[in-house]
């Protein structure tokens, strides 16, 4: 953000009017990426005093809400428990899931500690921290990098990227962009429902380190919506 | 970086309003570097990335991790705090935050004198920056001792 930039007083700044996340504008492309960074790095020969410069060039489209939408229909049980719903539908995405680590070569999955191969048991522990409501005891059998209850918002990154990446595979797919796969995964999963009622169960707990935990498990768009929220790119 | 005015009403509130409690930052000495075309660069990302082996960034470090020059794009993880940013492009293509790729064909088509060695990886939705102060110097004596001319600071 521009405001925090100025706060920060860098000699050379380039702004850039790319989502958050994607810093150099365009992935898989090259070219684009290469241009914003000449652009950053030929301020070094034009700038002579603290500068922030514009970026001229928006990022190529991104599949937004509306535009983009998962083909299959979730979630996919009608299980009792949110650790069976969510343990259904990880299942019904892992083919994909593994497909784009496949194609890729590689995953993100696994920022908690647990293992590229042990999805299910990271759905297991968020969903039984649904179910329990209980905030305090490291659940599953894993070596978790993270202490309870820190852990709970690194477990559902891990799910996310999971998510994420069988979206990438699926056949139509057009890259979605962060608030089409928001509204999806908080509007339309278990995992959604999930995350919702676990934050339901940090807010109920009255506690600093609970409410902080509450703030880094949702989006801001999405905070206080139990049915998904929907927030609406319109406004974009 | 985005504009405030991009983003769902809740969380442009929430950057504003960090924004505004940020305090100034005293401008460091301006420093000409060599040409481009000799100077080596590195990066240096606000991402929360680093090596899967690496112990993660807890919530508010303000310590960093190091990430060599050669590594493969699947040794790497995020533990970055924030949930407000998209992980979904970085998951296609890791450039799109640590252009490492970019820098080595630049580096090889002329553009840029070389690449570092060592390139650095910090955590950022930073409430205080001055508590980043020592392990920043820190960081710019090692880019120094490497020989870096350029670092190339990525926020998220």
Redesign the interface.
């Known amino acids: ?11 050379r700044a380039l ?14 492309d ?1 070219d684009f ?2 241009d914003v ?2 652009s ?2 030929a301020m ?2 034009t700038a ?3 500068t922030i410069q514009d970026y001229p060039i928006e990022a190529p489209p991104v599949a937004g809400p509306g535009v983009w939408a998962c083909p299959l229909n979730l979630p996919v049980a009608e299980a009792t428990s949110h650790t069976g719903r969510l343990l259904a539908e990880v299942a019904r995405l892992k083919p994909w899931s593994l497909e784009t680590r496949n194609q ?5 999955f ?2 908690t ?1 647990a293992q590229p191969d042990q999805v299910e048991a990271v759905a297991a522990a968020l969903g039984s921290i649904a179910d329990t409501g209980d905030l305090q005891s490291t659940p599953g059998d894993i070596e978790w ?2 202490e309870m209850p ?1 852990l709970i ?2 477990l ?2 891990d799910l ?2 999971f998510y ?2 069988a979206v ?1 595979a699926q056949p139509g797919s057009t ?5 089409a ?1 928001s509204d999806w995964i908080f509007g339309e999963t278990a995992l959604g429902d999930v995350l919702q009622t676990i934050n339901g169960h940090l807010t109920a707990a009255d506690d600093f380190i609970m409410t ?1 935990v509450s703030g ?6 999405h ?1 206080g919506n139990d049915d998904g929220g929907h ?1 609406s790119s319109s ?2 | 970086m985005v504009r405030l005015s991009d983003l769902d009403p809740a969380e442009e509130a929430h950057l504003q309003a960090r924004a505004d409690a940020m305090s100034p930052v005293e401008s460091a000495p301006w420093v000409t570097p060599r040409p481009l075309y000799e100077s080596t660069v590195a990066i240096v990302s606000t991402a929360g990335l680093h090596r899967r082996t690496d112990p993660p960034f807890q919530a508010g470090a303000v310590d960093y991790r190091i990430v060599p020059g050669d590594v493969e794009w699947g040794d790497l993880v995020l533990s970055h705090i924030s949930t407000n940013f998209d992980r979904s492009a970085f998951q296609q293509d890791p450039n799109i935050s640590f252009p490492l790729e970019r820098l080595h064909e630049m580096a090889n088509d002329g553009e840029i004198g070389g690449v570092s060695n060592w390139h650095y990886s910090f955590m950022g939705a930073q409430p205080n920056h001055a508590a980043l102060r020592d392990t920043g110097e820190e960081v710019g004596r090692l880019l120094a001792a490497d020989g870096v001319d350029v670092a190339l600071l990525i926020p998220v």
């Open positions: 953000m521009r405001e925090q930039s100025e706060a920060v007083n860098p000699p702004w850039v009017p790319f989502p958050l996340g994607r810093p150099l504008g365009a992935a898989d090259p990426q290469k960074m000449r950053a790095l070094l020969d002579s005093e603290p890729r070569g590689r995953t993100l696994g920022a500690g990098a993270f820190i918002r690194h559902a990154d996310r990227t994420h990446e990438a890259a979605p962009n962060h608030e796969l902080l880094f498990l949702i989006p801001e768009a905070h927030w406004t974009h």
